[in-house]
Structures are given as structure tokens and as C-alpha cells.
């Protein structure tokens, strides 16, 4: 038993018909009978779906939480598809160590659920931004290139990832961006999730600078990105035929 279960009961006993919930931080506390901590008001990571947490009890009532306002102080928790109430905790093991274990299926394909994407933080739970150019000894006088101003973020997932295959970037239940990668901890660690100087220039790595801006102006604005991984040797194929068919906002070469 938790001590956050009357949060969980409230949950569990919204109306079938109800698929998302907002909540400020004070609305919460009334249901809990007691304060948040100071971790939950200032630090954006408090609220994600982690099933290592004996406070998340929202996901042992079927929901998880999709947006975090930590201005407003608000929540939204949305209803799990096909939750059941009281069926416990996901398997956070289930596909190599990460994430809740939920499965989505993308055009005919069941994508894992692995991870946030999480940036940096100053003390205060904002992203740290940082502007890598200024540290590129440009003796050739390179311009930088559109996406190259920044700023950018800084962000990890699981080291253990060294699979190829399809991955999606999801916000609000939709898909903002489709790729694919031969290694996926390396495509993230090392290339959108830390800007390297010389990539913010003329004949750099554009994709990198473009993904991870866009990354820091939605974490920035409240939301929750997460990433989707699907296995598979055919991972171009795949992605051509999602990215048509989804249509994602942020594979737009013209977008920023």
C-alpha cells in the first residue's frame, strides 16, 4: 500500500467514458490529504512514467500522465488503452530494461515503449540550453547552417540499446518524428541528444540540430516526449512507409 493511493482511487473511479483528467498540484494534494513534495513542484522527471516509483500509483489505475505544466502547476493524466484497474504495475522489464513495457502498433507494426526523452535541468526543472558553436575553432570561416543557432538540449537513453530498426518520437499520442538507425543508443547518445560544435556549421549534421531544438521548445512548452523502438533489419522500408502514412510534423525538412 502506498500512501498516494487516494490519488489512485480517484482515478479508478472517473467515469469509463473519461479519457483524460487535468489536475493543479493543489487539487492533487486535496486528494491526497497532504503536500506534494518539493521534488513534485519543481522537478518535471517527478511525473513520469516510471514504474519504479512507489508513488506512481496512476499507472497501477490504468493512466499515465501525458502533459506536466510545471508553470501553471497542472497535470493531465490520460486513460492507458485497454487498462484494466487494479491489474498492477506494467513490466518495466519487458523489452531490455526500460520503459513500462506497452507495445503500440504504428501501420501494422508493434513499436515498444522505451523511454522519455529528458533533458538536462537547471535547478529550478527548467532544460538547460546551451550554444556548443561559440567552442568550434571555424579557421575555414563556415556559416552556420539554418538549424545550427540553436539553442540546443542535452539528453541520454539506456546505454544498452545497440539495435537497428525503426524508432518514433511520440507527443500527445501523436507521432512528431520517424527515423531509423543501426544503433539506437549511439543515434540518440551521440548524435541528437549532444550537439557537437563543429555540427552547427556548413556541411554538418543539420537532422541533429533541427530534432534536438525541436525537443527543447516542446519540453520547454510542457510536454512529454516519448520514444517508440521497433526491431527490424528492414528498417528503411519501414520507415519510408511511416513516415508517408503518419505523415509526422517533424521529418518537414522546411519545419524548425
Same mark, same amino acid.
Given at each position: 500500500?502506498?500512501?498516494?493511493? =487516494? ?7 472517473? @467515469?469509463?467514458? $473519461? ?36 508513488? $506512481?500509483?496512476? !499507472? ?34 519487458? =523489452?531490455?530494461? $526500460?520503459?513500462?513495457? +506497452?507495445? +503500440? ?17 537547471? @535547478? ?6 546551451? !550554444? ?12 552556420? =547552417? ?15 540499446? =545497440? ?5 518514433? !518520437? ?39 540540430? +533541427? ?46
Amino acid at each position: 500500500m502506498s500512501k498516494y493511493d =487516494h490519488l489512485k482511487r480517484y482515478l479508478e473511479g472517473r @467515469p469509463a467514458a $473519461t479519457s483524460s483528467v487535468a489536475l493543479g498540484f493543489r487539487q492533487i494534494e486535496r486528494i491526497l490529504g497532504f503536500d506534494l513534495p518539493a521534488s513534485a513542484r519543481k522537478h518535471r522527471p517527478w511525473w513520469a512514467n516510471d514504474a519504479s516509483h512507489s508513488y $506512481t500509483v496512476w !499507472l497501477e489505475a490504468g493512466w499515465e500522465t501525458s502533459k506536466v505544466d510545471m508553470a501553471s502547476g497542472r497535470v493531465t493524466f490520460v486513460r492507458l488503452r485497454g487498462a484494466r484497474p487494479g491489474a498492477g504495475r506494467p513490466d518495466r522489464d519487458a =523489452h531490455r530494461g $526500460t520503459g513500462t513495457g +506497452r507495445t +503500440r502498433e504504428f501501420c501494422g507494426y508493434n513499436f515498444a515503449r522505451l523511454c522519455l526523452i529528458d533533458p538536462d535541468r537547471d @535547478p529550478r526543472g527548467q532544460p538547460r540550453e546551451y !550554444l556548443p558553436q561559440g567552442r568550434y575553432r571555424n579557421a575555414s570561416g563556415l556559416r552556420l =547552417h539554418r538549424y545550427g543557432t540553436g539553442p540546443f538540449c542535452r539528453f541520454r537513453i539506456p546505454a544498452d540499446l =545497440h539495435v537497428g530498426g525503426v524508432y518514433v !518520437l511520440l507527443m500527445d499520442g501523436s507521432a512528431y518524428y520517424v527515423g531509423e538507425c543501426e544503433n539506437l543508443s549511439g543515434r540518440f547518445n551521440t548524435g541528437y541528444g549532444q550537439i557537437s560544435p563543429r555540427n552547427c556549421y556548413e556541411g554538418g549534421q543539420r537532422t541533429n540540430c +533541427r530534432v534536438n531544438h525541436l525537443i527543447l521548445e516542446a519540453v520547454k512548452a510542457g510536454y512529454e516526449v516519448e520514444l517508440w523502438f521497433y526491431e527490424t533489419a528492414d528498417r528503411q522500408a519501414i520507415e519510408s512507409r511511416l513516415t508517408a502514412e503518419l505523415r509526422p510534423p517533424w521529418n518537414s525538412q522546411g519545419r524548425l
